[in-house]
């Protein structure tokens, strides 16, 4: 059984949207089209067998003026919820020679009776009424565009239909529901909300027809077949009040106030996680700390109702206070290249932010003597002095779930949830997995264990000094850099490869081509005591090192440089991110936003040092130094 929604627009100009859950109101398609071919192709599929379609459009108008007996008496339950209809009549152009949704439901081959019985219907539904009934709402939700709403309530708005939606629809995994919440997260013009609300409408559409089908006794029909008929579901009766669907189990009833408050929070969790998958990225470029990726997302409305409704053996909730109990609605993942490094954020996170639980999953898991999940998590929050910067107004009270591990480690991990989450593993293959993703993991181990010691490996000095480059390009050469500098500063973290680019492309416009001649610029007596006045709380990277020193001794020169300009302003789709998002390194060197007395994690420079602002390089700023 197929429950289909299409939200119809009255001509061709305009989208359609489509989407199609079965019978567990799971999400199997949700799309936008135009012409009736095109609702025809993408629906083809799900109409085949039985079906029932709830079209969001008028199907029967037979009155040549005012509005149909169904709109009319729908209005007058709804009115006083912001949730009356537009009157429809043949005197409109629209509906001069019939309806666009009659039409289409010939061409689908469906049944428009409400009342029918046949294997393949289809019903006229009504979204913002059945969302007034469905999520409790005191007034429609005002996500359409009209005069007086600009763009942030128009996107607030429509995040919370996405949310409630997801409390009655299961979508999660759905790859095209994911793309059409980020669009929404990032959207920067009305437009491309449109898109997305004519989709979600239909998703409403197909969950109205389901719930018609399926809980009829709570459904309301206006109108009727001759003159049009509107199936929604239905008001308490007697009462006109709208239905509070609450269990008379009092941990059920927490579980649903927290949900609700979930959906109702969420488009500012949303606007954290972006806040703080930025602070962490800034925090380790800061540190010139090397690592792969950061990235991160908010839990959704359904994967957030499941851990809440969560029982453990005695029965009793897991999370007896779900929306403050559940601490990983915001999600931060950073993948580091070898295990040192995992130590190494985590002390810097430990450093900048306020750190209320720490769990080493590798070392609980090697306690009990096996090889498996090897993770770092942390629960971090706002450390005092940021709290009070307008930059962070987003984070405060917000906590975020920090999941810190190598690459290896995370491709275990990823592999591991894929097979045994989203795969259906036969019970008599199950230890034979077991046994395999237990060699797996120590084979794993091993590796990172490896990787540690090419990387100690390389950090010995190797007694190379200068080698020849490309006569095109008179920059020194990164990995040649990268070579020396781990040698010069031996006891340096390791910096991300793009900085070591960023970093030649300087070197080259204050002259120096040679690591001859960077030797001879690191010996200048200015530098002699460098590392006591900088107070670094952390093992800086090699970049990092060099990039002070450079300042330290070229002063108000170094700043100038082209490699140092500030960046251009970003779009506001870049400041606004989804989730899920990652953030990698550019071509650009590590964000310095403060003066070096306001660093988080440095000592105060002694008197004489020089103070001086540092602002990141656009992209092409550092590729036009190279």
Same mark, same amino acid.
């Given at each position: 059984?197929?429950?289909?929604?299409?939200?119809?627009?009255?001509?061709?100009?305009?989208?359609? !949207?489509?989407?199609?859950? *079965?019978?567990?109101?799971?999400?199997? #398609?949700?799309?936008?089209?135009?012409?009736?071919?095109?609702?025809?192709?993408?629906?083809?599929?799900?109409?085949? !067998?039985?079906?029932?379609?709830?079209?969001?459009?008028?199907?029967?108008?037979?009155?040549?003026?005012?509005?149909?007996?169904?709109?009319?008496?729908?209005?007058?339950?709804?009115? $006083?919820?912001?949730?009356?209809?537009?009157?429809?009549?043949?005197?409109?152009?629209?509906?001069?020679?019939?309806? @666009?949704?009659?039409?289409?439901?010939?061409?689908?081959?469906?049944?428009?009776?409400?009342?029918?019985?046949?294997?393949?219907?289809?019903?006229?539904?009504?979204?913002? &009424?059945?969302?007034?009934?469905?999520?409790?709402?005191?007034?429609?939700?005002?996500?359409?565009?009209?005069?007086? $709403?600009?763009?942030?309530?128009?996107?607030?708005?429509?995040?919370?239909?996405?949310?409630?939606?997801?409390?009655?629809?299961?979508?999660?995994?759905?790859?095209?529901?994911?793309?059409?919440?980020?669009?929404?997260?990032?959207?920067? $013009?009305?437009?491309?909300?449109?898109?997305?609300?004519?989709?979600?409408?239909?998703?409403?559409?197909?969950?109205?027809?389901?719930?018609?089908?399926?809980?009829?006794? /709570?459904?309301?029909?206006?109108?009727?077949?001759?003159?049009?008929?509107?199936?929604?579901?239905?008001?308490?009766?007697?009462?006109?009040?709208?239905?509070?669907?609450?269990?008379?189990?009092?941990?059920?009833?927490?579980?649903?106030?927290?949900?609700?408050?979930?959906?109702?929070?969420?488009?500012?969790?949303?606007?954290?996680?972006?806040?703080?998958?930025?602070?962490?990225?800034?925090?380790?470029?800061?540190?010139?700390?090397?690592?792969?990726?950061? +990235?991160?997302?908010?839990?959704?409305?359904?994967? %957030?109702?499941?851990?809440?409704?969560?029982?453990?053996?005695?029965?009793?909730?897991?999370?007896?206070?779900?929306? +403050?109990?559940?601490?990983?609605?915001?999600?931060?993942?950073?993948?580091?290249?070898?295990?040192?490094?995992?130590?190494?954020?985590?002390?810097?996170?430990?450093?900048?932010?306020?750190?209320?639980? *720490?769990?080493?999953?590798?070392?609980?898991?090697?306690?009990?003597?096996?090889?498996?999940?090897?993770?770092?998590?942390?629960?971090?929050?706002?450390?005092?002095?940021?709290?009070?910067?307008?930059?962070?107004?987003?984070?405060?009270?917000?906590?975020?779930?920090?999941?810190?591990?190598?690459?290896?480690?995370?491709?275990?991990?990823?592999?591991?949830?894929?097979?045994?989450?989203?795969?259906?593993?036969?019970?008599?293959?199950?230890?034979?997995? *077991?046994?395999? %993703?237990?060699?797996?993991? !120590?084979?794993?181990?091993?590796?990172?264990?490896?990787?540690?010691?090419?990387?100690?490996?390389?950090?010995?000095?190797?007694?190379?000094?200068?080698?020849?480059?490309?006569?095109?390009?008179? @920059?020194? *050469?990164?990995?040649?850099?990268?070579? %020396?500098?781990?040698?010069?500063?031996?006891? =340096?973290?390791?910096?991300?490869?793009? #900085?070591?680019?960023?970093?030649?492309?300087?070197?080259?416009?204050?002259?120096?081509?040679?690591?001859?001649?960077?030797?001879?610029?690191?010996?200048?007596?200015?530098?002699?005591?460098?590392?006591?006045?900088?107070?670094? $709380?952390?093992?800086?990277?090699?970049?990092?090192?060099?990039?002070?020193?450079?300042?330290?001794?070229?002063?108000?020169?170094?700043?100038?440089?082209?490699?140092? &300009?500030?960046?251009?302003? &970003?779009?506001?789709? /870049?400041?606004?991110?989804?989730?899920?998002?990652?953030?990698?390194?550019?071509?650009?060197?590590?964000?310095?936003?403060?003066?070096?007395?306001?660093?988080?994690?440095?000592?105060?420079?002694?008197?004489?040092?020089?103070?001086?602002?540092?602002?990141?390089?656009?992209?092409?700023?550092?590729?036009?130094? =190279?």
């Amino acid at each position: 059984m197929h429950y289909v929604g299409i939200d119809l627009a009255w001509g061709t100009k305009q989208p359609t !949207g489509l989407a199609v859950l *079965d019978a567990e109101a799971r999400l199997l #398609h949700v799309s936008t089209v135009r012409t009736d071919a095109e609702i025809e192709a993408g629906l083809g599929p799900f109409v085949e !067998g039985e079906c029932l379609v709830g079209i969001d459009a008028p199907i029967v108008v037979e009155n040549p003026t005012g509005s149909r007996p169904a709109e009319q008496q729908l209005s007058r339950d709804f009115r $006083r919820f912001e949730a009356g209809t537009h009157p429809s009549n043949t005197g409109k152009p629209e509906f001069a020679e019939g309806t @666009r949704a009659r039409r289409v439901c010939r061409l689908l081959g469906l049944d428009p009776d409400p009342r029918s019985g046949r294997a393949r219907r289809a019903i006229e539904v009504y979204p913002h &009424a059945a969302s007034v009934v469905l999520f409790d709402l005191p007034r429609t939700l005002k996500y359409k565009n009209k005069p007086g $709403r600009d763009l942030d309530l128009l996107r607030a708005e429509l995040l919370r239909l996405l949310g409630y939606v997801e409390t009655v629809v299961d979508v999660d995994d759905h790859a095209d529901w994911a793309a059409l919440r980020r669009q929404v997260e990032q959207a920067t $013009r009305k437009s491309q909300l449109r898109v997305v609300e004519d989709q979600v409408d239909a998703v409403v559409c197909a969950y109205v027809a389901l719930f018609a089908d399926t809980r009829p006794d /709570e459904t309301a029909h206006y109108g009727d077949a001759a003159t049009g008929c509107i199936v929604t579901p239905a008001l308490v009766e007697g009462t006109g009040e709208r239905r509070r669907a609450r269990s008379t189990d009092p941990s059920q009833r927490i579980v649903q106030d927290a949900v609700r408050r979930y959906v109702e929070a969420q488009p500012q969790v949303v606007e954290a996680g972006v806040g703080y998958v930025d602070l962490v990225t800034e925090i380790l470029d800061e540190a010139g700390i090397n690592y792969l990726s950061v +990235t991160g997302r908010t839990k959704s409305v359904t994967s %957030f109702a499941e851990k809440a409704a969560r029982r453990g053996l005695d029965g009793e909730l897991l999370h007896p206070a779900p929306f +403050t109990d559940i601490t990983d609605q915001i999600g931060v993942r950073v993948i580091t290249y070898v295990q040192s490094d995992v130590a190494a954020v985590a002390d810097l996170l430990d450093d900048q932010l306020v750190v209320t639980d *720490d769990r080493d999953m590798g070392l609980e898991t090697a306690s009990e003597g096996r090889f498996g999940y090897a993770s770092r998590h942390l629960l971090v929050g706002l450390d005092a002095a940021r709290e009070g910067r307008a930059e962070h107004a987003a984070l405060r009270e917000q906590r975020a779930s920090v999941q810190i591990r190598t690459v290896l480690q995370h491709a275990w991990a990823e592999f591991e949830h894929e097979a045994r989450y989203k795969g259906s593993v036969p019970a008599d293959l199950a230890p034979d997995l *077991d046994r395999r %993703f237990t060699l797996a993991a !120590g084979l794993l181990e091993l590796a990172d264990q490896e990787f540690s010691s090419i990387r100690e490996r390389l950090r010995a000095p190797s007694g190379a000094t200068s080698s020849p480059v490309e006569p095109e390009d008179p @920059r020194l *050469d990164p990995r040649e850099l990268a070579a %020396f500098l781990a040698g010069q500063y031996d006891d =340096a973290g390791w910096s991300r490869t793009d #900085h070591y680019a960023w970093i030649s492309g300087l070197l080259l416009e204050l002259g120096v081509t040679s690591l001859d001649e960077l030797a001879e610029v690191l010996r200048r007596p200015e530098l002699e005591h460098l590392n006591e006045t900088m107070g670094y $709380r952390f093992p800086p990277g090699a970049v990092r090192r060099l990039d002070d020193a450079l300042l330290a001794v070229y002063g108000e020169r170094y700043l100038a440089l082209r490699g140092n &300009a500030p960046p251009a302003s &970003a779009a506001g789709a /870049e400041v606004r991110a989804a989730a899920p998002r990652a953030r990698r390194g550019s071509a650009s060197r590590p964000p310095r936003r403060r003066v070096m007395d306001e660093r988080p994690g440095l000592a105060h420079p002694t008197p004489g040092t020089i103070l001086i602002s540092r602002t990141t390089p656009s992209p092409s700023a550092a590729s036009a130094s =190279a």
